[in-house]
């Protein structure tokens, strides 16, 4: 077991002491403040054939270890495994919290139906429970730009980040049901003051990734694009104060502090990068980006036993020969550029800067939703019924 103690003042290396002679601990000091720093340190000293990653507030199951040695015997083939993460509690919280998708963000909730091991691309374990194999990491490390450190706010995700980077390199994810953890919230971790600053950990940690990922530098945002984005803050907020139900209320408040948090990062990056003026970004086009990276996507999908009975149809107004068909029914499921189908779901009308600004955005469904309601991009759904926006968002997400 290996032990980074990040620069400790207390009585950290008394208690670390006392425990290693009781248990086989291998005790790390990096006096660099953040978490990514101390676990780098870890990462540098770990020789064994697997690495779990956990935090200081998690309880695993019994087996838990077990489970993940097990997993890996039987998958080979698999670097990358994740297990459940179940909030434990202090207090009893309202059920949006338990159980809504703020839940995810605020206390890394994650847990799949067991029958879909396999991790497409758009889904990888959460930090709270990960194991990895120490041949599959090689030299890579997590980025000291993400994570934990000193000050109140910063980019969250580092351990998201380091697994996207993994993936990237085609490494592959499983999930392991039996390798379960709790990850303990206590009472101040309900409240509003608490919830507002995650919210904006997690937009910058989101906002910096996808700009990192997909353009490389951040883009000084239009003044048409600050007006909207203070349009619908404005709109947030008042709902946040003024919703009739507190679970609505939760919710405004946390898109609110999510806006907040995109526009502070962005803002920051254009600071490191020196970008000083507004102009018109250059990368790939919409088509291009589309025909690049969905097929690869169905194939994923395909590939972890994912199965949906939808068709979706995409046209990029503007971008030449933009118009996709997503047949998710077959198997495998397929991407073809063609016109649209009288048999359809949905279908999803945009330009190829609406699609760009979706993929900059850290937040794929909000991105959308703030379209949408711009009149920015045309959503219709298909002879039958049903709301599929949220399996549109999956798709986008790169």
Same mark, same amino acid.
């Given at each position: 077991?290996?032990?980074?103690?990040?620069?400790?003042?207390?009585?950290?290396?008394?208690?670390? =002491?006392?425990? &290693?002679? /009781?248990?086989?601990?291998?005790? =790390?000091?990096?006096?660099?403040?953040?978490? &990514?720093?101390?676990?780098?340190?870890?990462?540098?000293?770990?020789?064994?054939?697997?690495?779990?990653?956990?935090?200081?507030?998690?309880?695993?199951?019994?087996?838990?270890?077990?489970?993940?040695? $097990?997993?890996? /015997?039987?998958?080979?083939?698999?670097?990358?495994?994740?297990?459940?993460?179940? %909030?434990?509690?202090?207090?009893?919280?309202?059920?949006?919290?338990?159980?809504?998708?703020?839940?995810?963000?605020?206390? $890394?909730?994650?847990?799949?139906? &067991?029958?879909?091991?396999?991790?497409?691309?758009? @889904?990888?374990?959460?930090?709270?429970?990960?194991?990895?194999?120490?041949?599959?990491?090689?030299?890579?490390?997590? &980025?000291?730009?993400?994570?934990?450190?000193?000050? *109140?706010?910063?980019?969250?995700?580092?351990?998201?980040?380091?697994?996207?980077?993994?993936?990237?390199?085609?490494?592959?994810?499983?999930?392991?049901? #039996?390798?379960?953890?709790?990850? *303990?919230?206590?009472?101040? =971790?309900?409240?509003?003051?608490?919830?507002?600053?995650?919210?904006?950990?997690?937009?910058?940690?989101?906002?910096?990734?996808?700009?990192?990922?997909?353009?490389?530098?951040?883009?000084?945002?239009?003044?048409? *694009?600050?007006?909207?984005?203070?349009?619908?803050?404005?709109?947030?907020?008042?709902?946040?104060?003024?919703?009739?139900?507190?679970?609505?209320?939760?919710?405004?408040?946390?898109?609110?502090?999510?806006?907040?948090?995109?526009? #502070?990062?962005?803002?920051?990056?254009?600071?490191?990068?020196?970008?000083?003026? *507004?102009?018109?970004?250059?990368?790939? $086009?919409?088509?291009?980006?589309?025909?690049?990276?969905?097929?690869?996507?169905?194939? #994923?999908?395909?590939?972890?036993?994912?199965?949906?009975?939808?068709?979706?149809?995409?046209?990029?107004?503007?971008?030449?020969?933009?118009?996709?068909? @997503?047949?998710?029914?077959?198997? %495998?499921?397929?991407? /073809?550029?063609?016109?649209?189908?009288?048999?359809?779901?949905?279908?999803?009308?945009?330009?190829?800067?609406?699609?760009?600004?979706?993929?900059?955005?850290?937040?794929?469904?909000?991105?959308?939703?703030?379209?949408?309601?711009?009149?920015?991009?045309?959503?219709?759904?298909?002879?039958?019924?049903?709301?599929?926006?949220?399996?549109?968002?999956?798709?986008?997400?790169?």
């Amino acid at each position: 077991m290996i032990v980074s103690d990040n620069g400790s003042t207390d009585d950290t290396a008394r208690v670390l =002491q006392r425990a &290693s002679e /009781k248990l086989p601990l291998v005790v =790390q000091y990096q006096e660099r403040p953040g978490k &990514s720093a101390a676990v780098n340190l870890a990462l540098d000293v770990a020789r064994g054939d697997l690495v779990v990653f956990t935090d200081d507030d998690v309880g695993p199951c019994a087996g838990w270890l077990k489970a993940y040695v $097990s997993a890996a /015997k039987n998958r080979p083939d698999v670097e990358i495994f994740g297990g459940p993460t179940t %909030p434990l509690f202090d207090v009893t919280p309202v059920p949006f919290l338990r159980a809504g998708m703020v839940s995810v963000a605020a206390y $890394s909730a994650f847990e799949l139906l &067991s029958e879909f091991q396999a991790l497409p691309y758009t @889904i990888v374990p959460w930090g709270t429970n990960f194991c990895v194999r120490r041949n599959a990491i090689g030299n890579m490390r997590f &980025s000291e730009r993400f994570g934990p450190r000193e000050g *109140t706010s910063y980019p969250m995700g580092n351990e998201t980040q380091f697994l996207r980077r993994l993936r990237s390199r085609g490494r592959r994810a499983f999930y392991v049901p #039996d390798a379960a953890v709790s990850h *303990t919230v206590h009472e101040h =971790q309900l409240k509003k003051p608490w919830l507002s600053l995650r919210a904006v950990r997690n937009a910058r940690g989101l906002l910096r990734s996808h700009i990192e990922e997909h353009f490389g530098k951040p883009m000084r945002l239009s003044g048409l *694009t600050r007006l909207r984005l203070l349009a619908l803050r404005g709109a947030t907020k008042f709902l946040s104060l003024f919703s009739p139900s507190k679970a609505s209320r939760i919710e405004h408040n946390w898109t609110t502090n999510t806006l907040i948090g995109f526009v #502070d990062e962005n803002r920051l990056m254009l600071q490191q990068f020196n970008v000083r003026q *507004t102009q018109k970004r250059q990368c790939k $086009s919409a088509a291009e980006i589309l025909d690049n990276y969905i097929p690869s996507l169905l194939e #994923d999908l395909h590939d972890s036993r994912f199965r949906f009975p939808l068709v979706c149809y995409i046209k990029l107004v503007g971008d030449k020969g933009g118009e996709w068909v @997503i047949n998710l029914r077959d198997c %495998p499921s397929t991407c /073809k550029r063609g016109t649209m189908p009288n048999d359809r779901d949905f279908s999803v009308e945009m330009d190829a800067t609406d699609l760009e600004t979706v993929l900059l955005s850290g937040d794929i469904e909000l991105a959308l939703g703030s379209l949408f309601r711009l009149g920015r991009v045309r959503y219709d759904m298909g002879p039958r019924f049903g709301d599929h926006l949220s399996m549109f968002c999956d798709l986008l997400s790169a």
